[in-house]
């Protein structure tokens, strides 16, 4: 059977993460090639290291009912693209907005009199 709720739920996931991005402009719409770049070497990254815990035996799919079924690898599938990607965009927004809350802190701008 196919199942598109983990999926859906992903894409949910980081349409929010893209709100609120886009609201404080954190990442993607301050920088977006920068950001894109980042995305991309750490989804790539990860899968990698998804691909090495495959062969070793390590990662399987197993009875994933939540699931589509695609694989764009073997054991490999298609949600875990969409969970790499909301790992990482979640990682920088927060690494991001953590760095700006200790920047303001720790360094308060001159008020003018």
């Given at each position: 059977m196919t199942s598109y709720l983990y999926l859906a739920a992903l894409v949910v996931s980081l349409l929010g993460l893209g709100t609120l991005?886009?609201?404080y402009r954190?990442?993607?719409f301050a920088d977006a090639?920068?950001?894109a770049l980042t995305l991309v070497a750490g989804v790539a990254f990860f899968l990698l290291w998804d691909l090495v815990g495959v062969g070793l035996g390590i990662f399987f799919i197993g009875d994933a009912p939540y699931m589509t079924g695609w694989v764009i690898a073997p054991e490999v599938p298609v949600e875990e693209v969409a969970f790499l990607t909301l790992l990482t965009y979640n990682t920088l927004l927060a690494w991001i907005a953590?760095?700006?809350w200790h920047?303001?802190?720790h360094h308060p701008r001159?008020?003018?009199a």
């Open positions: 991005d886009w609201r954190v990442a993607l090639r920068r950001t953590l760095t700006r920047d303001r802190r001159e008020e003018s």
